[in-house]
């Protein structure tokens, strides 16, 4: 699993706090001196997908999103109340990354196991998720095999043709639904979206 990174704007004393803390946090930190050097980062590695940005301003450049800052203006603040702050912005921002993930013309809600596109919701199973999910983040198309070995973290008691029908239920769930028989396609070496 990436750890979220908390992004911190000029504000070195507390980076320094948390750097010497950095083995018992469940985030990685980063220090920008400048705001220039943190939107920088941000256009070129799209820094905000899984990490907060931790400053002192008030003033807020509009490139970032609300969910994304956490701006301590209240001052001074215990280590621990500061930590439940942080904590709390990113299951924040995590919860709201997973209600709006798009895959083709369809939003996957990681949260309420649905996919959906023109006002239709379709239930799908946490099995289901991880299956488009792998072959959605893999460009190339997935044989059964590693399908097997990734999504079902490989057993030899399972055949190959569990994989098999949970892909053409998978199938058959969309394009019932959706009409769509585009969504998962079948190719020579395996499976694409």
């Known amino acids: ?23 018992s946090l469940n985030f990685d930190l980063n220090h920008f001196e400048k705001e220039k050097e943190l939107i920088e980062m ?37 280590i621990a109340d500061l930590l439940d702050k ?38 799908l199973t946490e099995r289901e998720i991880d299956i488009i999910l792998f072959i959605y983040n893999n460009k190339e198309p997935q044989s059964v ?9 490989y057993s030899e008691n399972l055949e190959t043709h569990t994989v098999e029908t949970h892909i053409y239920r998978l199938r058959k769930k969309i394009g019932d639904e959706f009409k769509d028989e585009e969504f998962l396609i079948s190719h020579k070496k395996g499976y694409s979206i």
Do not use: A, C, H
């Not at 921002?93 to 196991?113: E, H, T, W």
């Not at 095999?145 to 973290?153: D, I, P």
């Open 1 to 23: 699993m990436v750890k979220p990174i908390v992004n911190i704007l000029n504000f070195k004393v507390l980076y320094n706090i948390l750097f010497e803390m950095k083995g």
């Open 42 to 78: 941000i256009k070129t590695k799209k820094v905000l997908e899984n990490s907060i940005i931790l400053t002192k301003k008030k003033t807020i450049n509009p490139t970032y999103s609300f969910e994304n800052i956490l701006v301590l203006d209240d001052l001074p603040i215990s």
């Open 145 to 153: 095999e590693t399908l097997q070995r990734e999504v079902w973290g």
């Open 86 to 123: 942080i904590n709390i912005s990113l299951l924040k921002q995590k919860y709201n990354f997973q209600s709006n993930f798009n895959i083709k013309s369809y939003k996957l809600d990681l949260n309420s196991r649905t996919i959906s596109k023109y006002n239709k919701k379709l239930k």
